[in-house]
Structures are given as C-alpha cells and as structure tokens.
C-alpha cells in the first residue's frame, strides 16, 4: 500500500477501520468518494491495468445503465489443480449465462464484487447490507426490485484469486449457494417477475433437474455394472466432448493448454453445488439462516491486519500491480 502511496499520491486514499465485513467497509470508502461513478473490486483481484475493461463498463453507464458488472476471470499464476479445473469453463459460462439473462431476464444475475462499476448516487442510496453474506448479489436483486438498469461489460475482466484447498472451495460455494437460497427468500416479490423467471429459477431449476438425472442414472448403474459404472456415468461422452471444447477456449484466452484435459474434471464443480443445495440450500431457503462467517482466507498479506487496525505493508514479492 505505501508504494501505491508513492505512486499515486494525493490521488490515492487509504481508508483504516475497525472490522465490519466488506460491506461496511465499502461504504466506508464510498464517503471519500468525489467522483459520479466508482469501480469496486476485491482485495484479492487482479485487474490489468493495461486493458480498456473499465472503459466499456464506464460506456454502459454513458449508455444510460445504473451499474455494471464485469467478468471474474481465474487468477492461474502460482495457482494449485483445483483453480486449474475451475478455470477450465468458468468465463465461457459466465459471459454466456449472464449474457442470456441480460436478453431474456433483463438484467445479469449479479455484478459480482470483485468486478462492478456504480453510480455513485444510486450506491449511496441503497448500499451494501449486511444481513447476508453475499452482499454484491442482494444490493443486484434489490437494484433490479427497485427498477434500475443493470447491465453487463462481458469485456471487462478481471482475475480474483481461487481457492487452492477442498475444504476452502466447499467454504466458499456454500456461502454462495446459502446466500442464493436466503435472497430468495428475502426477495420473493421478484420470483416471478421477468428477473425471477429467467434469471433466478433457472439456476435452481438447472440444479434440481441435475440432482433428478444423477441419482436415477446412478442408482441405474449401480444395479446393473456395479460401482464402476457409476464412475463410468460420471464422464458420459457427451459430457466430455462439450466441456473440452469451452476448455479449448479457456485455454486459449490464459494460454495455457492443460485446461483441455482437466476440463471434464469440472464436474467435480457441478457434484460440490448439488452437494451443497442438498445439505444447506433448502434448509437456507425455509429458514433465512446462513453458517457463521466462512470466507476463505487466500492472500493473508493482504488481509491479516494488526490489533490496531494498521495499514498493511507490500512486500517484494506481492506487488499489487502482479497477478
């Protein structure tokens, strides 16, 4: 941060304060602002400096959108398997998936906090709450509940860091999937409006259809080859040959051609959600109830701070400008 400082200025400001999660945090921040929009990000983020990305995100609010969402990309420098896997189809789908609900739904299913640009006014105006722990998708749902226009920049990208461990991914996917569940829950009035019938049912229909097709193949197999056969169902060819190709992509896009081979293994992904919607899903939607604070720590540089709240130092070899 001090050779940000160094760099930047008067330009830059750097804002300490007590704990209050991210989204006290951010609003914090947004007091200092000045300026008609502003861009938000995670502290975990790379986002190239040497790109236009912000520029077409800033072009969709000239166009008269109220905010924007970018790409979270995969972070692969330094990364274990599990990012590798996860990169294999994660941008191709997500630029297809909200590109569809932007067409059919009206809006993106989310700006994601690692990449999304606002009006200034309309943040101030709403905000970030905390009563749950997926704050960037319950101030999305409440901006569309409200009538804003959200649009999506399919070609600003950024690279947030992933997890490198199980136990940090089911962490992780659970509070993302317990937050979708209790936003349901919390906005019921857009479940069956335009945004609810093509953006939010979707996802839950896609994971109660896959959960229906696992189990009976499964049970199908294990009756008639045995327990082979339910590891045989878990790669059917059709499965592998369309996931290679959107690994082709990815691995074009990071320059880094063993996401093809690894691309089947992302149903690991898909196996983790339906998991997680088992256990925790439908309990977080009846109830409201989400686990205690769970995300994963990745950069501790970046987020262990001091008992007194002080700026954290940048070491030599965890420059904020590197990925």
């Known amino acids: 941060m001090a050779e940000v400082k160094r760099k930047w200025g008067d330009r ?37 400096p040497d790109q236009d990305g912000m520029g077409y995100m800033l072009a969709e609010i000239e166009r008269g959108a109220d905010a924007v969402g970018g790409i979270p990309s995969t972070a692969l420098k330094g990364a274990g398997l599990l990012p590798h896997i996860r990169a294999t189809v994660k941008l191709p789908m997500i630029v297809m998936k909200r590109t569809l609900q932007q067409l059919l739904g009206g809006a993106p299913f989310i700006i994601s906090g690692a990449c999304g640009m606002f009006r200034t006014d309309v943040l101030r105006k709403f905000g970030f709450s905390d009563r749950t722990k997926v704050e ?39 509070r993302w999937i317990v937050g979708y569940a209790v936003c349901m829950r919390l906005h019921k009035r857009l479940l069956f409006s335009r945004f ?58 990071h320059r880094c051609w063993l996401l093809v081979p690894l691309a089947p293994l992302s149903v690991v992904y898909v196996l983790l959600a339906y998991a997680i919607w088992i256990i925790y899903g439908l309990i977080a939607f009846f109830t409201g109830r989400e686990p205690q604070r769970d995300k994963p720590t990745r950069y501790s540089a970046l987020v262990e701070a001091s008992t007194a709240y002080s700026q954290p130092s940048v070491t030599g070899t965890e420059k904020l400008s590197e990925a």
């Open 12 to 48: 830059f400001v750097a804002v300490t304060q007590k704990n209050t999660g991210k989204g006290g945090a951010l609003m914090n921040g947004l007091n200092y602002a000045t300026c008609d929009q502003v861009f938000l990000s995670d502290a975990d983020t790379y986002v190239p």
């Open 196 to 253: 609810g019938i093509f953006s939010i049912f979707p996802m839950l229909l896609v994971v109660i259809y896959g959960v229906g097709i696992y189990l009976t193949t499964w049970f199908n197999e294990f009756i008639t080859t045995g327990p082979h056969g339910v590891v045989l169902a878990m790669f059917p060819l059709i499965w592998v040959g369309v996931v290679c190709v959107i690994g082709a992509f990815s691995a074009w896009f």
């Open 136 to 174: 960037d998708l319950d101030l999305t749902w409440t901006l569309v509940a409200n009538g804003y226009r959200i649009r999506q920049a399919n070609r600003c990208i950024v690279y947030p860091q992933e997890c490198n461990s199980p136990r940090e991914e089911w962490r992780r996917w659970r």
